[in-house]
């Protein structure tokens, strides 16, 4: 699932550049190399139902998420990331209550090994609004900073390069429970191709 947003050079002529969002379900994530969170779950509240994982507020955990770069990924504009979540805890989020999700990822282009050390971290913070959230509502983070990966670069101008993605949650945050997370989103820069 994703969502584009166009850009033309002023006067039209022609699509200089394309904003795309992916929303990356959490059911394709792989399991962290520490404290990964448990299997998925399903959050049943009729007629609504919807897929998650639940982050533990006891220690950072993290899931894997290996994306395929796609065709025309433009190497100048770094990646950003939201996460998108429910409130599974029976207590609910108290306003003012945060929460923290880390990324961090590894380029690997042709002949390069899976072990690439991953780079660019960056973190986003969520503020619960006045009022406070119930378990079953939804909310998101804000767009993080940019994830300054190295070797994004030449994997942005590399067919078929993967980029591994770790998510984590970073448990300097203020709210002790689990959190669910449905989806991860992914904002970058497509250029146009001729060929």
Same mark, same amino acid.
């Given at each position: 699932?994703?969502?584009?947003?166009?850009?033309?050079?002023?006067?039209?002529?022609?699509?200089?550049?394309?904003?795309?969002?992916?929303?990356?379900?959490?059911?394709?994530?792989?399991?962290?190399?520490?404290?990964?969170?448990?299997?998925?779950?399903?959050?049943?509240?009729?007629?609504?139902?919807?897929?998650?994982?639940?982050?533990?507020?006891?220690?950072?955990?993290?899931?894997?998420?290996?994306?395929?770069?796609?065709?025309?990924?433009?190497?100048?504009?770094?990646?950003?990331?939201?996460?998108?979540?429910?409130?599974?805890?029976?207590?609910?989020?108290?306003?003012?209550?945060?929460?923290?999700?880390?990324?961090?990822?590894?380029?690997?282009?042709? !002949?390069? @090994?899976? +072990?690439? #050390?991953? $780079?660019?971290?960056? /973190?986003? *913070?969520?503020?619960?609004?006045? %009022?406070?959230?119930?378990?079953?509502?939804?909310?998101?983070?804000?767009?993080?900073?940019?994830?300054?990966?190295?070797?994004?670069?030449?994997?942005?101008?590399?067919? !078929?390069? @993967?980029? +591994?993605? #770790?998510? $984590?949650?970073?448990? /300097?945050? *203020?709210?002790?429970?689990?959190? %669910?997370?449905?989806?991860?989103?992914?904002?970058?820069?497509?250029?146009?191709?001729?060929?």
């Amino acid at each position: 699932m994703s969502s584009i947003r166009i850009t033309s050079p002023g006067g039209g002529g022609g699509v200089a550049s394309m904003y795309i969002v992916q929303d990356i379900p959490i059911s394709w994530a792989l399991e962290g190399h520490a404290g990964s969170p448990p299997m998925l779950t399903t959050l049943d509240y009729s007629p609504g139902r919807i897929a998650y994982r639940d982050f533990t507020g006891a220690f950072n955990t993290q899931v894997i998420i290996p994306w395929l770069t796609p065709y025309g990924l433009d190497d100048t504009v770094l990646p950003v990331f939201a996460v998108d979540f429910f409130i599974t805890n029976a207590g609910g989020i108290a306003a003012g209550a945060t929460l923290k999700f880390n990324m961090i990822g590894s380029c690997l282009t042709d !002949g390069d @090994l899976l +072990d690439e #050390t991953q $780079t660019g971290s960056v /973190t986003v *913070t969520w503020t619960c609004p006045v %009022g406070g959230l119930a378990q079953y509502k939804r909310s998101c983070t804000a767009w993080s900073g940019n994830i300054a990966i190295t070797g994004f670069s030449a994997a942005a101008t590399s067919v !078929g390069s @993967l980029i +591994d993605f #770790t998510l $984590t949650r970073d448990t /300097t945050d *203020t709210y002790a429970n689990a959190i %669910g997370v449905t989806f991860l989103k992914l904002k970058y820069k497509l250029t146009p191709q001729s060929a």
